[in-house]
């Protein structure tokens, strides 16, 4: 971190903000410049807030040169982090995972079939909804814990891992017994108090970029949950909300090998949410594969016209197994298997 003062800063002033940033282990080297003296702090300013900084009055400007986050960082982790999720390895150059099932469970018939037609196209895990967080409060809020059962019961039969979304941390205990992939929603990107909770249990965590979040502040909702201890944690981009009408968020796939620059952790899209039509599932599926993204996380329903939630964006089986027909294609090009 490099903080500017202002040349008139009393030296009585200096010494008391040296006095602090040694005082928290930091290495300050002081450079006296014409115009402005320059700190330079060398150590883990990870605790230090900028503006808290920036406040002094002798305080010109703070630049941080090393990113906040350290857990997620790759300079401090170099190889990639592949992540076990109930035997499945998600990362590296590891099979490009497919994760499948509609937005809403909707009873022990109608996921039991879902599922048996994931795993018939290729799919590897099971999506399904049981706490639901909805726009409108009227809307079909899940079943809950019979949600849950219901998914764990098409496990046992088809042996596909479960993915389900975690609302609050007082349903914690259930998701950890019964969860395979603990996925974090849009909605819940900075609840820390949740993300702390996840932290400190020994569960993969699905984490979905929040609708209007950047990049940044996405992977500091990761080093939340890696701080407390869990260091498996999967990214999931969604799509963002921008000022586009022709798709419900729009899909920054840029942030593929951003992601990987930046982190070590693995990174999955959802082109469902993304896109919010069928349409463009398959074409967004395959660039994704194309880009780097390390699996694909799609709303799959056996009759969307009558789904209680999403149809509009679910893809029918025979579509879903079509997306991953092709996207084998794609992968063998980029030297991945899927």
Not at 128 to 151: D, H, L, N, V
Not at 212 to 219: G, K, L, R, S, V
Not at 256 to 271: A, G, R, S, Y
């Amino acid at each position: 971190m490099i903080i500017t003062l202002k040349k008139q800063a009393p030296q009585q002033e200096i010494d008391k903000l040296i006095q602090s940033f040694e005082s928290r282990g930091l290495q300050v080297t002081l450079i006296h410049g014409d115009n402005y003296n320059v700190f330079g702090l060398v150590g883990d300013t990870a605790g230090l807030d900028e503006k808290t900084i920036q406040a002094n009055p002798f305080v010109e400007d703070v630049t941080r040169i090393a990113a906040p986050y350290k857990k997620a960082n790759r300079l401090f982790h170099p190889q990639d982090s592949v992540i076990d999720v109930a035997g499945i390895k998600i990362g590296g150059n590891e099979k490009i995972v497919v994760i499948g099932g509609p937005c809403s469970v909707e009873g022990q018939t109608q996921i039991m079939e879902i599922a048996q037609d994931v795993k018939a196209a290729g799919g590897d895990m099971l999506r399904g909804g049981a706490y639901k967080p909805r726009t409108s409060p009227y809307a079909f809020q899940g079943m809950g814990t019979e949600g849950i059962t219901c998914m764990v019961n098409a496990r046992e039969k088809t042996g596909l891992p479960i993915v389900s979304e975690l609302m609050s941390a007082n349903k914690l205990d259930e998701f950890v017994e019964h969860v395979d992939l603990i996925q974090i929603g849009a909605r819940n990107m900075q609840n820390f108090d949740l993300l702390k909770a996840v932290g400190r249990i020994d569960k993969p965590v699905l984490l979905k970029r929040g609708l209007a979040n950047t990049i940044e502040e996405w992977i500091m909702a990761a080093e939340y949950i890696m701080s407390e201890g869990n260091q498996n944690v999967i990214f999931c981009e969604r799509g963002i909300r921008t000022f586009e009408k022709y798709t419900r968020n729009t899909l920054d796939l840029s942030v593929v090998p951003i992601i990987k620059e930046k982190t070590h952790l693995p990174i999955i899209i959802d082109p469902s949410h993304a896109t919010g039509d069928w349409k463009l599932i398959e074409s967004m599926s395959l660039a994704a594969i194309a880009a780097g993204a390390d699996g694909l996380i799609i709303e799959v329903h056996n009759n969307p016209e009558c789904a209680w939630s999403d149809g509009a964006q679910s893809l029918k089986p025979e579509r879903f197994a079509e997306v991953i027909r092709k996207g084998r294609a794609i992968a063998h090009v980029i030297g991945r298997e899927m």
